[in-house]
T-cell receptor, first 111, second 113 residues
Framework: QKEVEQNSGPLSVPEGAIASLNCTYSDRGSQSFFWYRQYSGKSPELIMSIYSNGDKEDGRFTAQLNKASQYVSLLIRDSQPSDSATYLCALNLDSSYKLIFGSGTRLLVRP | SAVISQKPSRDICQRGTSLTIQCQVDSQVTMMFWYRQQPGQSLTLIATANQGSEATYESGFVIDKFPISRPNLTFSTLTVSNMSPEDSSIYLC??????????FGQGTRLTVV
């Protein structure tokens, strides 16, 4: 079983809709969780971090963490074509900066 | 967050040669890492670059193939040695900044022919 699992997609949503991206993980000792956005040919860009159960909102983005169920999700409200990218879920196990990445979900926002 | 500069941004190299990638940060950082992203794949951690001591390598990566230097708290290099086409990847420098958040340089796209 992979440590971090994501649906590869593509997830296709119309402009203005809510995009929901999901990630599950296997190690209950995971401490911190991150969502990165990666445009084609570019490096990953950190968009959200979440450390405790519940929701964390930042602009159009909401990260949700449920440690009991071992999943973390990212909601993007009012999706824009510029949100089209691959979204990488990442976590670390031991409060270090070493990250374990999922394979990423490709999001396509249709104009 | 820190400004992380990597160079070269891309290179095409002959098999059997070596390439050294540089990572420069605009402020002192404790933690620096090197990742690899193979075509169509996600990121895999190669090693932690330790200042003043040998790097700590992840399973599947060895010092002879990927020697790393970290002479100070703002600079690191990764060398990809004796390259083969399988080494064609994007290599990314990462720094740990605060609250365990990590940020990436712009990456080095390596093609081995």
């Amino acid at each position: 079983q992979k440590e971090v699992e994501q649906n590869s997609g593509p997830l296709s949503v119309p402009e203005g809709a809510i995009a929901s991206l999901n990630c599950t993980y296997s190690d209950r000792g995971s401490q911190s969780f991150f969502w990165y956005r990666q445009y084609s040919g570019k490096s990953p860009e950190l968009i959200m971090s979440i450390y405790s159960n519940g929701d964390k909102e930042d602009g159009r983005f909401t990260a949700q963490l449920n440690k009991a169920s071992q999943y973390v999700s990212l909601l993007i409200r009012d999706s824009q074509p510029s949100d089209s990218a691959t979204y990488l879920c990442a976590l670390n196990l031991d409060s270090s900066y070493k990250l374990i990445f999922g394979s990423g979900t490709r999001l396509l926002v249709r104009p | 967050s820190a400004v992380i500069s990597q160079k070269p941004s891309r290179d095409i190299c002959q098999r059997g040669t070596s390439l050294t990638i540089q990572c420069q940060v605009d402020s002192q950082v404790t933690m620096m890492f090197w990742y690899r992203q193979q075509p169509g794949q996600s990121l895999t951690l190669i090693a932690t670059a330790n200042q003043g001591s040998e790097a700590t390598y992840e399973s599947g990566f060895v010092i002879d193939k990927f020697p790393i230097s970290r002479p100070n708290l703002t600079f690191s290099t990764l060398t990809v040695s004796n390259m083969s086409p399988e080494d064609s990847s994007i290599y990314l420098c990462s720094v740990g900044y605060m609250n365990t958040e990590a940020f990436f340089g712009q990456g080095t796209r390596l093609t081995v022919v």
